[in-house]
């Protein structure tokens, strides 16, 4: 099934900023995905909501730009597979909602050392999938691999591949339209362009917020502020162990006309050699691929120089001409990224400590839009009633090592 061209982008409608001093149930900082997702599960449960975006929405010099991400229910641990079965209900409730289709349902193959590297561990990952019974297929050795995938060769024999049918590219700009649209549609004000800032803090309700247009009260706060999370914590007097990964990612040519290319990760025996990869789908004949690693990293994003690492992209053309069929000599574009991250690279999903009603998201580059819907749902549960049903106990902000001391 063809990926249909993501919707062209209009000029959004200038929106009439709030008369200053006006009050909020909640106030959301930051409009990346997660944050319009929970502006949008806030708005729908009928509490005024206002959210402030400091770019335009989307905007590639923040973390929830560009056109396609990985959608999988592949981890090990579990509870991060039970997870994204939660947030694949969820997308489809809003895909259903929005009348937009958000996820390219495809299989995904991860494939590789069967060790621990930054997205987890294969065979782990076969037992997590097992254990709940989730359908999934194994293959055990390189030629079985290539033998399944014709595109594949020079595959390693002590590669091993897992594949799981019900994973999926989303449609990022998709996805941040369609929850604009339900958030806006629900009652929800959207300003962009408004670097917000929290003057004053007390612990104590409401909190007020000022941007450009103007200053605005909320007794619930919802922080989504990704690469900006510390200097939107300064009032708060806490700061977190985070680094700016700046992510390289090209287009290659590729023989889309002779071969069936995949949606795929390929788990290398080395930490540089962690590389995935997009089907020709979002620039038709180009493979949208990139890495997991970086020497482009940053203590914060004015740091970061959003140039393309050339050594990474001259690596990731001669990978994919070993590794893959019908390779074309040449890349189209390049762009970066960022990742935000944690020291232990889990996502931080909490209260923050001291400050009733405030809820943080952060530390989930690379990770966190998958889990767009569910993440907004526990923001707002956590900020208006200080507690969700969810288990996210292990992206505690107050895990050993996320709070800088």
């Not at 019900?166 to 408004?194: C, K, P």
């Not at 189209?332 to 209260?351: N, Q, V």
Request: hydrophobic fraction near 40%; aromatic fraction near 12%.
């Amino acid at each position: 099934m063809a990926t249909s061209p993501p919707p062209e982008r209009e000029p959004r409608k200038n929106v009439t900023p709030p008369p200053s001093g006006s009050s909020f149930d909640v106030i959301v900082i930051g409009g990346g995905t997660i944050g319009l997702s929970a502006a949008y599960y806030a708005s729908a449960r009928g509490l005024k909501t206002l959210l402030l975006e400091q770019f335009e929405l989307g905007n590639p010099w923040a973390s929830s730009g560009g056109a396609s991400r990985m959608f999988r229910i592949m981890y090990a641990p579990a509870y991060m597979a039970q997870l994204a079965e939660v947030a694949l209900a969820m997308w489809k409730e809003i895909e259903t909602a929005s009348g937009q289709q958000i996820l390219q349902m495809q299989p995904l193959i991860f494939y590789g050392v069967a060790e621990n590297v930054l997205e987890g561990n294969i065979d782990q990952m076969r037992q997590v999938l097992t254990s709940l019974g989730v359908p999934h297929s194994w293959y055990g050795n390189g030629n079985a691999l290539m033998q399944q995938y014709q595109v594949l060769q020079n595959v390693p024999a002590n590669y091993v591949g897992l594949v799981q049918a019900n994973s999926a590219v989303i449609r990022a700009e998709t996805s941040i339209s369609a929850f604009h649209s339900l958030a806006t549609g629900a009652g929800a004000t959207v300003l962009t362009n408004q670097p917000a800032k929290v003057p004053m803090i007390l612990p104590k309700v409401p909190y007020q917020v000022s941007c450009a247009a103007g200053t605005y009260s909320a007794r619930s706060l919802i922080l989504c502020p990704g690469a900006w999370t510390n200097s939107v914590l300064e009032p708060f007097r806490i700061q977190l162990d985070l680094k700016i990964w700046q992510m390289t990612v090209g287009y290659y040519q590729a023989n889309v006309g002779a071969y069936a290319y995949p949606l795929w990760y390929e788990f290398g025996e080395t930490p540089e050699t962690q590389y995935y990869g997009f089907p020709a789908e979002e620039v038709p004949g180009f493979l949208k691929v990139s890495t997991e690693f970086t020497k482009d990293i940053f203590p914060c994003p004015s740091k970061c120089t959003y140039e393309p690492d050339p050594q990474i992209l001259h690596g990731i053309g001669a990978f994919l001409k070993q590794r893959f069929k019908g390779i074309g000599p040449t890349y189209k574009d390049a762009a970066t990224c960022l990742y935000t991250m944690s020291h232990d690279f889990e996502m931080i999903l909490d209260r923050l400590p001291g400050y009733p009603n405030v809820a943080i998201f952060t530390g989930a580059s690379g990770r966190g839009f998958k889990f767009t819907p569910l993440c907004g749902r526990i923001l707002v549960d956590l900020a208006t009633a200080g507690k969700t049903y969810y288990d996210i106990s292990p992206f505690s902000i107050t895990r050993n090592g996320v709070i800088k001391t």
